[in-house]
């Protein structure tokens, strides 16, 4: 009976060792200990149906310890290894590539769509989806305030006006603004809106290669050699940034007259554009993240610090608390350090599909989830 | 291959004693300059087609040289990969395996062996398990020793063998009421599947989200180590769709577009990944090149409309001659396409979508002689789309559900094996649906957007007998299309197009400002010569800014040859009431009519009726003398009120109590004037009908040319709507 019991625990054994080559010490440990537990149970199991088949006289063809015994704990032992393996994997798939694992307190409001894009300013959010805009409460417990620019189609892109109580949206078709509390939705230009931003006098807007800036009431137009895919404002430097399919190019505004100022290669797409008061960085999508410290972009040379690799894909890009942090889609969101090197300090898996970043005037940061369709604040533990 | 004694021996003892009476470095060399022919001799053979010869001569080759590693490998692969799982090729699997065995023995560091020995496994049944073992151990040492290509095809395949699982655990639902899903009260029970998705069972949350995740791993790790390595990007592709994605499928593919991979299915992929993203434009140049890149059989077959049609259309579009059925393609994508207005043909885009979508979802290299929309889930997929629901039952049975129809078709063979089909007698009931339903959008947006267009055509001759002058009244109903919209102005894009069947052409754009909001309807009418021919003629209202602002309308303008001596009529008109002028008409022009768009007058309104006669003899006197007759008869009563007004209502006009099919008016009259040089004779006449009932009407006008005795006849349905509605 030892014997047959040794050689069930062997098998199933042997097979994760052998199954597991690649895995680590610990991951065998699991596997073997799993195995056993399973083994033991099916013997236990085993043993009751010794008692309860009266010490295996009325037992039948199949006896406790020659047939009982092996084929239960066989199966215990074979299932324990198949359950080791799934955790194994569960847990393999929930560890980040690089960095910590970080877990933050998420505060969070449903969206009747998936957020295309969002915007906070003191205490209002403006979402914009599918379903049209909405106004929230950037409180303590988000929640909708109400609904604007209902019916209108294709808008994807939002923000608060921040030298009148508005909001500015751009989408497939048209730039449009109205206010935050009521009013109708005004048709400010026409064409497809690739990118807006907006700065305490005024606004940017940008229709393919043609970028449109208003100041007080002034405004005009520059062509761009690139589509433009992103703007921002940075509020530190006081200047307009653009983001191209390879660049990212200054935009002044000098005597009303919109001029292209400084321009950075990027070597990749600028899909999202962020600034605190040391660095400006973007998001290339699948070529990382590129960041340049704001003392050296007046200097001859032009240092570009760089991400690459991981995350995998780069949605947005946000400083929070000192730190960039990365919206990296299904991968999480991602927490880097950009000084002395360019480095990811830790990942969040706590959100299903990070796609949107914003900070709010109190250095919190909000992000857009597109698989769940929610808005969350998070805030560390 | 059965065993033979003497061959044992001859593998054992020959080699060995060649080997020992050879000079070792003349025999070293001239084996493995006689090997290396074999092998390479065999290779052409099997280039050609030639496999039993090919293996011939490597059987040659490894009975000469038992441990030459070159020929040990391509026997083995050859005999492994020529096998098909199942126990009746245990024989050649076996062999392939002794081949590949003894070469990774001695050539530890050559990763091909284990990675053929892990592709053995896998059709070896009972040890499938351990493929993974061999497939890990090769992508290892491919790894160590720089071996890219086998590196890259391990990785693929173990990303193979999880996703498989994965396929296998998502959409898994679990039983909550202790029922299992019965097939066949699903085939005979209307409800029945809705009742069981919502009351007997749940989806199980993030089911295969870990092997989803581990093999979308294993594909990058075979990109990573091969970046031309185009199946593990589409199968990345597939993986990817399944979460929304869409940027990220771009990006796996863009690598390989860029270098316009012959591979369709990339193609295919990533434009389906544009499309979903809203860039329609790009996925339009996309799916073109994808088509252009797949064999000549599938293409074919994918442009054709074989599947999308009810088998008795099929067949006959099948028969067409090639250019004629390229005609009618043509045709049914311009008819299918909600709005000719946008640049995309949004309809052929989710059609090129859903095959795109089987590409990925049911196409493996064991079903790779078989294309995924040929499947039975494949068809499905491109009749209706991809089902908002996707059921996989405990019992290995998946549910595809559509709730807006109420349809469900359910297959027996989980998500995870190519070869699901129809269970039970749902391939009956597919063919059934087929017959009624050939092919749905409902998946696709604009689709449900777009409104239709009230509006009245009528033909008059045109200068002469070789052209009419087509008349269109359409109209906006701008309220309607910009109900709940919160703007304070925009612009609706009116446009019309015509052309022969196969294609049609812009002929008027209009951009109608839109100040909101608004309760006002825009009339649109126009007046066109066109030459004699069968057309149809599109209507279109756009605002691409407004969600619901979009309506169409389409007809089919048969104009057919006249024939100038004949008498005959043109189609009636119908128009506000104008007063009578006392002026002999000559043309339309001259009667001043304001058509009403919509062929819908109001009780208690007066219309004016107004038709063109030709080839009218005239007498003696040059006059003309006809006698009309103008009948208008109910032909359906539209019932208002409350449910048992209208149910009581639907009685009585079954029991034939109601006036429906009573004549509700007739006039008759004789008109004597002079033809004066006209080539025609117009006619007007005013008419009311009072507080007659609100419904379906039709007109009939029938000229009698007193001096010939010939007669003519043509009609017009129109519509009463109730006295207090506004009306045109």
């Known amino acids: 009976m030892a014997m047959l019991a040794a050689v069930s625990l062997a098998l199933p054994c042997l097979s994760s060792v052998t199954l597991a080559q690649t895995a680590v010490e610990q991951k065998v440990d699991r596997r073997v200990r799993y195995a056993v537990t399973g083994a033991l149970a099916g013997a236990v199991l085993a043993g009751g149906f010794h008692f309860a088949s009266d010490r295996g006289r009325s037992a039948g063809n199949c006896r406790p310890a020659s047939c009982a015994l092996p084929f239960l704990s066989l199966s215990g032992a074979i299932s324990g290894v198949f359950i080791a393996r799934e955790l194994d994997a569960a847990k393999r798939a929930a560890t980040p590539r690089v960095g910590e694992s970080d877990r933050y307190r998420l505060t969070g409001t449903k969206l009747a769509a998936s957020p295309e894009s969002f915007d906070i300013r003191d205490s209002l959010i403006a979402a914009v989806s599918d379903s049209g805009v909405v106004i929230l409460s950037a409180a303590e417990q988000p929640r909708a305030l109400r609904r604007r620019a209902a019916g209108l189609n294709g808008l994807n892109l939002i923000a608060f006006r921040l030298d009148e109580p508005s909001v500015l949206i751009g989408g497939t078709s048209a730039l449009y603004s109205t206010g935050v509390e009521t009013g109708t939705v005004t048709r400010l230009l026409g064409g497809s809106v690739s990118a807006i931003a907006t700065s305490p006098t005024g606004w940017l807007s940008a229709s393919g290669r043609m970028v449109h800036v208003a100041a007080g009431l002034t405004r005009d137009s520059v062509e761009l050699p690139a589509l433009v895919l992103s703007a921002h404002f940075d509020a530190t430097g006081r200047r307009w940034w653009v983001g191209t399919e390879n660049s990212l190019v200054e935009i002044t505004m000098r005597d009303a007259r919109a001029a292209l100022g400084q321009q950075l290669d990027a070597s990749a797409p600028v899909r999202a554009i962020t600034s605190s008061d040391e660095w400006i960085a973007v998001a290339h999508g699948e070529s990382g993240v590129s960041a340049w410290r704001r003392s050296t972009l007046r200097e001859g040379v032009i240092n570009t610090v760089r991400l690459q690799g991981e995350p995998r894909f780069a949605f947005d890009v946000a400083f929070a608390h000192g730190e960039l942090f990365i919206a990296a889609g299904t991968d999480g969101l991602f927490r880097a350090a950009l000084d002395p090197a360019a480095r990811i300090l830790g990942v969040s898996r706590q959100l299903p599909f990070v796609t949107l970043l914003r900070t709010d005037g109190l250095g919190r940061l909000w992000v857009g989830d597109r698989l769940r369709s929610e808005l969350v604040r998070v805030d560390k533990p | ?728």
Do not use: C
Request: proline fraction near 5%.
């Open chain 2, 1 to 728: 291959m059965p065993f033979s004694p003497w061959r044992a021996v001859r593998r054992a003892v020959l080699p060995a004693i060649i080997m020992a009476t050879a000079p070792v470095t003349a025999r070293s060399v001239g084996a493995q300059s006689e090997t290396a022919q074999l092998v390479s001799a065999s290779l052409a053979k099997l280039d050609m087609g030639d496999t039993a010869a090919a293996l011939s001569m490597l059987k040659t080759a490894t009975d000469r040289y038992p441990q030459d590693p070159g020929a040990l490998y391509w026997r083995g692969r050859l005999l492994a990969r020529t096998s098909a799982s199942g126990v009746g090729n245990t024989p050649q699997r076996l062999l392939a395996w002794r081949l590949l065995n003894r070469g990774s023995k001695s050539e530890a560091d050559d990763p091909r062996f284990l990675f053929e020995m892990g592709l053995l496994r896998l059709k070896t049944p009972l040890l499938r398990f351990e493929a993974e073992r061999f497939l890990l151990r090769a992508r290892d040492i491919a790894a160590r020793v720089g071996d890219s290509t086998t590196q890259s095809e391990a990785a693929y395949e173990l990303g193979q063998i999880r996703e498989r699982r994965y396929r296998t655990t998502y959409h898994r639902y679990s039983y909550t009421g202790g029922i299992f899903f019965d097939q066949f009260a699903a085939l005979n029970r209307m409800h029945y599947v809705r009742e069981f998705l919502q009351q007997s069972s749940r989806p199980i949350e993030n089911a295969g989200a870990t092997e989803r995740h581990e093999a979308e791993e294993m594909y990058r790790a075979a990109l990573k180590a091969n970046s031309g390595h185009s199946p593990s990007a589409r199968a990345m592709l597939g993986l990817l769709y399944d979460q929304r994605r869409y940027d990220e499928m771009t990006s796996v593919a863009r690598p390989f577009l860029r270098d316009s991979t012959p591979d369709a299915r990339l193609w295919f992929g990533a434009a389906l990944a544009r499309f979903r993203a809203g860039d329609a434009a790009t996925a339009t140049s996309w799916f073109a090149a994808g088509l252009q890149r797949l064999s000549t059989d599938d293409r074919r077959e994918v442009l054709d409309l074989g599947s999308l049609l009810r088998v008795g259309d099929s067949t006959r579009v099948a028969g067409l001659a090639d250019g004629v059925r390229a005609a009618t393609v043509t045709a049914f994508w311009e008819a299918a396409d909600p709005l000719l207005s946008t640049p995309e043909n949004e309809a052929q885009l989710e059609y090129y979508s859903r095959v795109a979508f089987t590409m990925l979802n049911y196409e493996d290299r064991e079903t790779a002689h078989r294309s995924g929309w040929r499947t039975d889930r494949g068809q499905v997929i491109l009749r209706y789309g991809e089902p908002p629901t996707v059921a996989l039952m405990p019992e290995i049975i998946t549910v595809f559900w559509y709730p807006e129809t109420e349809r469900s078709f359910v297959f027996s063979g989980s998500l995870g094996f190519t070869a699901a089909v129809f269970a039970g007698d749902f391939r009956e009931l597919t063919e059934a649906t087929r017959a009624i339903d050939p092919f749905r959008l409902d998946n696709l947006a604009l689709a449900h957007q777009v409104d239709s267009i009230s509006h009245q055509v009528a033909r008059f001759r045109g200068n002469d007998a070789s052209e009419y002058e087509v008349i269109t009244a359409a109209r906006l109903d701008v309220a309607t299309l910009y109900k709940g919209v919160d703007l304070d102005r925009s612009a609706l894009n009116w446009s019309m197009r015509l052309g022969s069947p196969d294609r049609m052409r812009l002929i008027e754009e209009v951009t109608v400002p839109v100040t909101l909001p608004s309760i006002d309807n825009e009339v649109m009418t126009s007046a066109k010569l066109i030459p004699v021919g069968d057309y149809r003629l599109r209507m279109e209202a756009y605002d691409p800014g407004v969600r619901n602002a979009a309506a169409r309308a389409q007809v089919n303008l048969a104009l057919p040859k006249m024939d100038a001596s004949k008498l005959s009529s043109s189609d009636i008109l119908l128009a506000q009431r104008v007063a009578d002028s006392g002026r002999l008409l000559r043309r339309r022009s001259d009667a001043a009519l304001q058509p009403i768009p919509a062929t819908t007058v109001a009780q208690r309104d007066t219309f004016a009726v107004y038709w063109e006669n030709y080839g009218l003899t005239p007498d003696a006197n040059g006059d003309v003398l006809a006698g009309v007759k103008i009948v208008i008869t109910l032909v359906e009563i539209v019932r208002v009120g409350n449910t048992a007004t209208r149910l009581f209502g639907n009685i009585v006009d079954v029991v034939g109590l109601s006036p429906e099919g009573d004549q509700t008016l007739s006039i008759s009259f004789d008109r004597n004037e002079p033809l004066s040089g006209r080539d025609r004779v117009p006619m007007l006449v005013n008419l009311g009908l009072g507080s007659a009932p609100v419904g379906r009407y039709r007109l009939e006008i029938t000229v009698t040319d007193r001096v010939s005795g010939t007669r003519t006849t043509s009609r017009r349905d129109f519509s009463l709507s109730p006295f207090d509605r506004p009306s045109l």
